[in-house]
């Protein structure tokens, strides 16, 4: 079994039953929506209807047989949200983005009472950004005009693309584009960035997610464990 397993399947302890729960994209948060999927089937978890953060999340879950809210509905509160990361600092801090869904997952994130954020353990990061680029969410009209701006704070944007060259598009249709801290050690004020990258008109969201997760669950080789602060 494989770290990214491990977390997903140790964080299925956690669904309820007769919930609404919110639906991660990305492959440890697949792994969880196939576990969640043979817990349906067995009995094991009852009467729950998933939020997907993604298409291709909802795709996956109907194969499965995991009931989904329609696409577009996101009650004003969701019991419990499972969704992996690209770092976890200390603080429990996170960045989220490589999977291009950050958007949507950040709604339902803001909307959960609960997020519970599974990682293998080489998403621990001393410090956001000193692991991982942060992927921004941008409005594909004048997304140009901010390269100057985000070159001011210190980093050269990468507009994501595809395998075959094409620009990537969200489900809303916007651009990613991936800002790389690492040379630097890191985001030395995530709150700070945050907050200029949206004073930004077209700059939809950012992919730091401060202050959100309440629990983390962390795979290793040797099994899973809940962090505790």
């Known amino acids: 079994m494989s770290p990214k397993e491990a977390a997903a399947i140790a964080a299925a302890d956690l669904v309820p039953s007769d919930a609404v729960i919110g639906l991660g994209t990305g492959s440890t948060a697949e792994l969880f929506v196939r576990e969640l999927g043979r817990r349906l089937e067995d009995g094991r978890v009852r009467k729950i209807v998933g939020v997907s953060t993604s298409v291709r999340t909802a795709t996956l879950a109907r194969e499965l047989g995991v009931p989904l809210l329609p696409k577009h509905d996101v009650p004003e509160e969701i019991a419990i949200t499972f969704d992996g990361a690209d770092e976890v600092d200390p603080a ?7 999977g291009g869904s950050l958007l949507r997952e950040k709604i339902v994130a803001q909307a959960s009472r609960r997020l519970v954020i599974m990682v293998d353990d080489s998403k621990l990061a001393p410090r956001l950004g000193a692991t991982f680029p942060l ?29 075959d060259g094409e620009v990537f598009q969200t489900d809303e249709g916007n ?19 945050h907050e200029q990258l949206l004073s930004r008109v077209g700059i939809v969201e950012t992919g730091l997610f401060l202050g959100m997760a309440t629990a983390v669950v962390v795979g290793r080789p040797s099994g899973a464990e809940q962090l505790t602060r």
């Not at 429990?92 to 490589?98: C, D, E, I, S, V």
């Not at 040379?183 to 030395?188: D, F, N």
């Open 175 to 193: 651009y990613v584009l991936d800002l790389d801290f690492r040379s630097r050690g890191g985001i030395e004020d995530p709150k700070a960035l």
């Open 92 to 98: 429990w801090n996170l960045t989220k983005g490589g």
């Open 135 to 163: 992927p921004i969410d941008v409005v594909p009209f004048g997304w140009t005009t901010h390269i100057p701006f985000l070159e001011r704070l210190g980093v050269q944007p990468q507009l994501r693309r595809l395998f």
